[in-house]
Structure formats: structure tokens, C-alpha cells
């Protein structure tokens, strides 16, 4: 079940459902100690687009195994009491979680340029 996130539903919209980012390459992970942090995930699901998370007080991460390249085999989001949780569940490269009290999305359809 997907918390309430801001941005989801245009998502759901070009998706059809919430993606579940099987084999998503991780394109960008900015973070930062105050203000907002983000990563960006291109999808390539049943249609192209890239997702990006954008965080809002990073309260816990865990984050292992960054390289050159970066897939996920999915992409988990649960609600914690802390916040909201993001886990990379891995394939190649990056993997673990980001917690942030506050997290939005937004899409950018179509193929990466």
C-alpha cells in the first residue's frame, strides 16, 4: 500500500499503477545536511519516464555499494514513525534505504536525454 505521497498520482496517471522500478537505473542522489535532497530514478517500465524524490529532512539512510552504474530490482516506499521510507532493493550497484519526514515525487516523462 503506497502512504500518501504528493506527486503520486500523476505517477499512478502515466503508469497506470505505482511502478514498482524493476530494474530502474538510479541516475542521481543529492544529499544535503539542511533543506531539500532528492534522487532521481529512470524508469523504464511499460512507458518511459524519469521519477524523482524529492526529501525533505533526511531523519536515517543506510547506502551501500554506489557504481558507476546503479539498478534497482524494485523500489519499496512504507510509512514509519519517523516519516516515509524509501528502500532500494538491489541489482547492481546502489542499494538500502533513505528516511525523510517529508517526501514528494514528480515525473518527467519520456526517455532520458
Not at 538510479?26 to 524524490?53: A, C, D, M, P, Q
Not at 550497484?93 to 525523510?100: D, K, M, Q, R, T
Request: net charge negative.
Amino acid at each position: 500500500m503506497l502512504p500518501n505521497i504528493p506527486g503520486a498520482e500523476e505517477i499512478i496517471s502515466w503508469y497506470g499503477k505505482w511502478p514498482s522500478f524493476h530494474d530502474a537505473e538510479i541516475l542521481e542522489l543529492h544529499l544535503e545536511r539542511t533543506g531539500r535532497s532528492w534522487i532521481k530514478i529512470y524508469n523504464v517500465g511499460n512507458k518511459y519516464g524519469v521519477v524523482t524524490f524529492n526529501m525533505e529532512q533526511i531523519t536515517d539512510l543506510e547506502l551501500a555499494d554506489f557504481s558507476q552504474q546503479n539498478v534497482i530490482g524494485c523500489l519499496e516506499v512504507e510509512e514509519t514513525p519517523k516519516g516515509i521510507r524509501l528502500i532500494m532493493i538491489p541489482c547492481y550497484g546502489l542499494a538500502g534505504y533513505l528516511e525523510a519526514k517529508q517526501i514528494s515525487v514528480e515525473l518527467s516523462p519520456g526517455k532520458m536525454s
